[in-house]
């Protein structure tokens, strides 16, 4: 004679709680390991940011005094492609920049003669999942600054 609450139980559904529990919790994995590659992603783009910022800053104060004008009553500064170029490759082999792969200054120029516009690309390597992104992602930001006189 068997127990009342095996007598009970309808036949084929043995172990499927198993399974459930077992897909689930990979489930929760492949999510905490999207959420970890994601969250690397954006502190890689915004220490490449702060990078370009720096390098951005450099160039928009690297013209020589002779190179300031007055217009309109307005102090300006001449801006020159190549100064912003050697300004922000100085400030790149200055700067600590431990564990960005790969950064390449593309481009450090001006567009209007008072604004210098740095772009850096890096790679982005996954810290874990490495299989759907074997080989990473290229990172690549842009940052502008002027010099202002007051």
Same mark, same amino acid.
């Given at each position: 004679?068997?127990?009342?609450?095996?007598?009970?139980?309808?036949?084929?559904?043995?172990?499927?709680?198993?399974?459930?529990?077992?897909?689930?919790?990979?489930?929760? !994995?492949?999510?905490? !390991?999207?959420?970890?590659?994601?969250?690397?992603?954006?502190?890689?783009?915004?220490?490449?940011?702060?990078?370009?910022?720096?390098?951005?800053?450099?160039?928009?104060?690297?013209?020589?005094?002779?190179?300031?004008?007055?217009?309109?009553?307005?102090?300006?500064?001449?801006?020159?492609?190549?100064?912003?170029?050697?300004?922000?490759?100085?400030? !790149?082999?200055?700067?600590?920049?431990?564990?960005?792969?790969?950064?390449?200054?593309?481009?450090?120029?001006?567009?209007?003669?008072?604004?210098?516009?740095?772009?850096?690309?890096?790679?982005?390597?996954?810290?874990?999942?490495?299989?759907?992104?074997?080989?990473?992602?290229?990172?690549?930001?842009?940052?502008?600054?002027?010099?202002?006189?007051?």
């Amino acid at each position: 004679m068997q127990p009342a609450a095996v007598r009970g139980r309808p036949h084929g559904e043995e172990g499927t709680t198993l399974l459930l529990t077992i897909f689930y919790g990979f489930l929760a !994995l492949l999510v905490v !390991l999207i959420v970890v590659a994601a969250t690397s992603l954006y502190l890689e783009r915004k220490k490449l940011f702060t990078l370009a910022d720096g390098a951005a800053l450099a160039g928009a104060e690297s013209f020589p005094l002779d190179a300031v004008a007055v217009d309109a009553g307005e102090l300006h500064a001449a801006l020159t492609s190549p100064e912003i170029r050697a300004a922000a490759s100085a400030y !790149l082999a200055a700067a600590p920049h431990p564990g960005v792969e790969g950064l390449v200054l593309s481009r450090a120029d001006t567009v209007d003669g008072q604004s210098a516009t740095v772009t850096l690309q890096a790679w982005w390597r996954p810290p874990v999942l490495t299989l759907f992104v074997p080989d990473g992602l290229p990172v690549e930001v842009t940052a502008v600054a002027r010099s202002v006189f007051h």
